[in-house]
C-alpha cells in the first residue's frame, strides 16, 4: 500500500481499479526522479519500521 501511495504523489499516479474504471489518481507532487523525495521516502520507511519494531517490542515485554 506504501507504494502505491507513493506513486500516487508522482505525476503518473495510480489507477487503483483498473480494469473495471481507468480513473487516474495524482497528486503531481515530485517527479519520481527527485532524489529528495525518494531519500525522504526511504528515511520515513526506515523510520515507521524501527518504531513498529521498538513499540512491538515494548509491548511484548522484550
Do not use: C
Amino acid at each position: 500500500m506504501s507504494h502505491i501511495a507513493a506513486d500516487a504523489l508522482t505525476p503518473a499516479g495510480v489507477r487503483p481499479w483498473s480494469p473495471v474504471d481507468d480513473t487516474r489518481y495524482s497528486l503531481d507532487i515530485v517527479r519520481a526522479k527527485n532524489p529528495l523525495a525518494n531519500y525522504a521516502l526511504l528515511g520515513l520507511g526506515i523510520a515507521s519500521a524501527t518504531l513498529g519494531i521498538w513499540t512491538g517490542g515494548t509491548a511484548a515485554g522484550l
